[in-house]
Nanobody, 121 residues
Framework: QVHVVESGGGLVQPGGSLRLSCAAS????????MDWYRQAPGKQRELVAG???????NYGDSVKGRFTISRDNAENTMALQMSSLKPEDTAVYSC???????????????WGQGTQVTVSS
């Protein structure tokens, strides 16, 4: 069994910063990619940033230069440092982990419950 948990959301003023964390635990053999997605009310879920096990990162166009993704492979954790936040960054941020479980034969995606980020004055 695998658990994915996000933390660090909250209310922040425009221009402020916030750091989100994601931790995966359980019967994990290998994590391949760890991604952050977000979904605002009435909008489709979008990829915010992703990081592969070799350190290759990709970012959504709307967050490039403002957000930084990082991960600790030894701890199976990931972080998203968000700066220069805008009201349009308001959304539920979710962590997706693509991994192979111990004894597993194929990889699966595991999602966390999400954490709310609200950017407002």
């Amino acid at each position: 069994q695998v658990h994915v948990v996000e933390s660090g959301g909250g209310l922040v003023q425009p221009g402020g910063s916030l750091r989100l964390s994601c931790a995966a635990s359980g019967s994990i053999y290998k994590i391949y990619t760890m991604d952050w997605y977000r979904q605002a009310p009435g909008k489709q879920r979008e990829l915010v940033a992703g990081l592969s096990s070799d350190g290759s990162a990709n970012y959504g166009d709307s967050v490039k230069g403002r957000f930084t993704i990082s991960r600790d492979n030894a701890e199976n954790t990931m972080a998203l440092q968000m700066s220069s936040l805008k009201p349009e960054d308001t959304a539920v941020y979710s962590c997706k982990v693509h991994l192979l479980t111990s004894g597993g034969l194929r990889t699966f995606d595991y999602w966390g419950q999400g954490t709310q980020v609200t950017v407002s004055s």
